[in-house]
């Protein structure tokens, strides 16, 4: 498909859903993907976020493209001391990380930019927090002085528009209710109906790079 296919569908879902394409940010997932199809793929075509699902991959490439990176994967708390290195990380899915994550913006002299991810599918294997489980979450991270809370993130089942769907529009129901700008969800396969469900950052992989 390409990238220029890829913005071309986001604003056609925005005009469906009367928004503008400018509410949503592509945020391009480079998981093995090597510098030279980044850059061929992806930077040719201007500047976006890049999206990487492990540190170690990511701190790799740092060193060869200078781009705005995001952590879109699960963080372990061990490598919470890489946080700073990123823009923004998606993946805040427990008390415990954001503990750690605290003590790392704190040693560092920065407040980390975060989502939290919500488990809305109730999947055992996802990561992510329940819906009942965030309000308590959102208290404490309120609490952290070095986290800035920015949204929320989620990732569906894999299904049909009936089950995907529905999952979109609770994470902005819910990043309503708590007063978050962003709304990370929608990938290669549901990123259309993500936006028209009001995302505000959409993390897209495969349909970039196959042609």
């Known amino acids: 498909m390409g990238l220029p296919q890829v913005l071309e569908r986001i604003a056609r879902a925005c005009r469906c859903a009367g928004r503008r394409p400018e509410e949503v940010r592509l945020v391009a997932v480079t998981k093995g993907r090597s510098v030279e199809e980044i850059r061929e793929k992806v930077l040719a075509y201007g500047t976006f976020p890049l999206g990487e699902s492990r540190v170690q991959e990511a701190l790799k490439k740092m060193d ?23 823009a923004l990380v998606h993946s805040l899915d427990s008390l415990r990380l954001a503990e750690a994550l605290e003590k790392v913006g704190e040693k560092a002299g920065v407040r980390l930019k975060v989502l939290v991810e919500v488990n809305l599918g109730r999947e055992p294997q996802k990561h992510g927090v329940l819906e009942e489980e965030l309000p308590e979450l959102l208290h404490r991270l309120r609490e952290m002085p070095h986290l800035e809370v920015l949204g929320l993130m989620t990732v569906p089942p894999i299904g049909p528009e009936a089950v995907v769907r529905p999952i979109f529009r609770r994470l902005s129901e819910l990043a309503d209710r708590y007063g978050l700008p962003e709304r990370s969800m929608g990938m290669s396969d549901d990123y259309e109906w993500a936006v028209e469900e009001g995302a505000t950052l959409v993390r897209v992989g495969r349909a970039l790079f196959v042609d």
């Open 64 to 86: 060869l493209l200078q781009a705005e990176w995001h952590l879109v994967g699960h963080l372990q708390r061990n490598k919470a001391k890489f946080a700073p290195r990123f």
